[in-house]
């Protein structure tokens, strides 16, 4: 069974840094594709970032240039380093999985629970 | 950016009802369109992907069409576990969009 366990979402400070891990077990992690996708009441849904599993890398607009994605396949492990925080940053961060082995499809198959991300003063 | 538009952004139906939600994107997607349920307090769940093939495991009361810039999920007989929200995605390519979101209620 795939699990994909986040962690590291706190309260932080606008203009604050903040990273998040993703925890992947019961699948092949370094064939797939990973993502972060975060979700607020206010905007919906909203895709954050990707890594594909050599390492090939896109970030939505309003993340590029203040988040980096990484990932540790020794680990079975997925990060979010997050720089610049701002207010609108706040969210329930995703870890998800792509659909496909080996390919990147942009197929969302399994999802975290969400760790939460509170940017604040 | 593709912008995908859902409607209703709410709907009211009882067990039993055939139920249908639209999705149009602001270009041509081809058949790259996922949808997804979301249950209060969890995360969202593939359904259907490339528009129309069935994710596995998922109920075959759930249905997908469309190509091109108009789609639709068909829940064909509600059950109550299927009292959610609904939302669309394009896979197309990046930035990848969701749709604002559907949300079934009871009637």
């Known amino acids: 069974e795939v699990q994909l366990v986040e962690s590291g979402g706190v309260l932080v400070q606008p203009g604050g840094s903040l990273r998040l891990s993703c925890a992947a077990s019961?699948?092949?992690?370094?064939?797939?594709?990973m993502h972060w996708v975060r979700q607020t009441p206010g905007t919906g849904l909203e895709w954050v970032s990707f890594?594909?599993?050599?390492?090939?890398?896109d970030y939505a607009d309003s993340v590029k240039g203040r988040f980096t994605i990484s990932r540790d396949n020794s680990k079975n492990t997925l990060y979010l380093q997050m720089n610049s925080l701002r207010t609108e940053d706040t969210a329930l961060y995703y870890c998800?999985?792509?659909?496909?082995?080996?390919?990147?499809?942009?197929?969302?198959?399994?999802w975290g629970q969400g760790t939460l991300v509170t940017v604040s003063s | 950016d593709i912008q995908m538009t859902q409607s209703p952004s709410s709907l009211s139906a009882s067990i039993g009802d055939g139920v249908t939600i639209t999705c149009r994107a602001s270009?041509?997607?081809?058949?790259?369109l996922n949808w997804y349920q979301q249950r209060p307090g969890k995360a969202p769940k593939l359904l259907i992907y490339?528009?129309?093939s069935l994710q596995s495991g998922v109920p075959s009361r759930f249905s997908g069409s469309g190509s091109g810039t108009d789609f639709t999920l068909t829940i064909s007989s509600l059950q109550p576990e299927d009292f959610a929200t609904y939302y669309c995605?394009?896979?197309?390519?990046?930035?990848?969009?969701f749709g604002g979101g559907t949300k079934v209620e009871v009637k």
């Open positions: 995605q394009q896979s197309y390519g990046t930035p990848l969009t």
């Open positions: 270009q041509s997607i081809n058949s790259d």
């Open positions: 998800v999985k792509d659909r496909v082995r080996e390919y990147t499809d942009y197929d969302f198959d399994s």
């Open positions: 490339a528009a129309s």
């Open positions: 890594i594909s599993r050599d390492g090939v890398t």
């Open positions: 019961g699948f092949t992690f370094d064939a797939f594709t």
